[in-house]
Nanobody
């Protein structure tokens, strides 16, 4: 059974940075097209970034381009989302998952950006 455990969120001021981690168990992260999602109350979960796999070009939502970087550490079986120059509108719960064939969602990690 695949388990996804996100961490690294917190409260940060606008302009700050955070690194989110997603520890993956039950599958090999390098074989999964991993994505990072954000959910805010009252809205659907949205894909904000993907980790590149093979020759595929990673995807970044327009509002995070140039500020967020998705990556993975294969030996640690972990995916990361580096976020810099954070804005209040980045606030939400962040999740990781296979963006082509989603596993059971983890608990996510809360990111709150104050103005």
């Amino acid at each position: 059974q695949v388990q996804l455990v996100e961490s690294g969120g917190g409260l940060v001021q606008a302009g700050g940075s955070l690194r989110l981690s997603c520890i993956v168990s039950g599958t090999i992260v390098s074989l999964n097209p991993m994505g990072w999602y954000r959910q805010v109350p009252g809205k659907q979960r949205e894909l904000v970034a993907t980790v590149s796999i093979g020759q595929n070009v990673p995807y970044y939502a327009e509002d995070v381009k140039g500020r967020f970087t998705a990556s993975r550490d294969n030996p640690k079986n972990t995916a990361y989302l580096d976020m810099r120059n954070l804005k209040p509108e980045d606030t939400g719960v962040y999740y990781c998952n296979n963006f082509e064939r989603q596993y059971t969602w983890g608990q996510g990690t809360q990111v709150t950006v104050s103005s």
